[in-house]
């Protein structure tokens, strides 16, 4: 059902299909998902399958319904931030966001590194990748200055960024 609206969509426009589950996590973890790397189409392996196994693989049958002429994009966050252990199609644009809501145990440069690694040794070729960041969300610093919010700290975390006047 979701494949048939992804590829309704994809028909109406050149940009990638968003296919990112509800925010905030709560994701189905009963015995059947679970179960998707043993009974489901990778069926190579004796162990539970993860959240990001789970959501990836929803990516993947999307991204197979709307085909190669178009893509389909999802963070890696939250819950389903942790690379999968399931091959991801290669139409996928990843949106790699390891910054904040991450509970994976690895550091962000680990996690970008894992996630460069999946996209160069996945067997379908490489899903395009990217890398979110949140930056100063003030909100979150109660409109305050905050020490890993300054705009060294930001320029030298995302070298691609510029600024003229790189001052606190």
């Given amino acids: 059902m979701f494949g048939d609206y992804s590829l309704?969509?994809?028909?109406?426009?050149?940009d990638p299909v968003s296919v990112e589950p509800s925010d905030g996590g709560g994701h189905c973890d009963c015995e059947k998902c679970r179960?998707?790397?043993?009974n489901g189409p990778y069926g190579f392996t004796d162990q539970d399958s993860s959240v990001s196994d789970r959501v990836?693989?929803?990516?993947?049958?999307?991204a197979k319904k709307i085909g190669d002429n178009h893509s389909v994009s999802?963070?890696?966050?939250?819950?389903?931030?942790a690379v999968p252990t399931i091959p991801l199609e290669k139409?996928?644009?990843?949106?790699?966001?390891?910054?904040?809501?991450?509970?994976?145990?690895?550091?962000?440069?680990?996690?970008?590194?894992?996630?460069?690694?999946?996209?160069a040794n996945n067997p379908h070729?490489?899903?395009?990748?990217?890398?979110?960041?949140?930056?100063?969300?003030?909100?979150?610093?109660?409109?305050?200055?905050?020490?890993?919010?300054s705009w060294e700290n930001l320029l030298e975390k995302n070298s691609y960024l510029?600024?003229?006047s790189a001052t606190a």
């Fill in 56 to 62: 990836f693989h929803f990516a993947n049958m999307a």
């Fill in 74 to 81: 999802l963070y890696a966050y939250n819950e389903h931030l």
């Fill in 125 to 149: 070729g490489p899903p395009s990748l990217g890398d979110y960041d949140y930056g100063c969300l003030s909100d979150w610093y109660w409109e305050t200055p905050a020490g890993s919010c």
């Fill in 91 to 119: 139409n996928m644009l990843v949106i790699v966001a390891p910054y904040s809501f991450n509970e994976t145990g690895l550091s962000p440069e680990q996690l970008l590194q894992d996630w460069s690694v999946k996209a």
């Fill in 162 to 164: 510029t600024c003229s």
């Fill in 8 to 14: 309704d969509i994809s028909r109406s426009t050149d």
């Fill in 35 to 38: 179960n998707l790397l043993r």
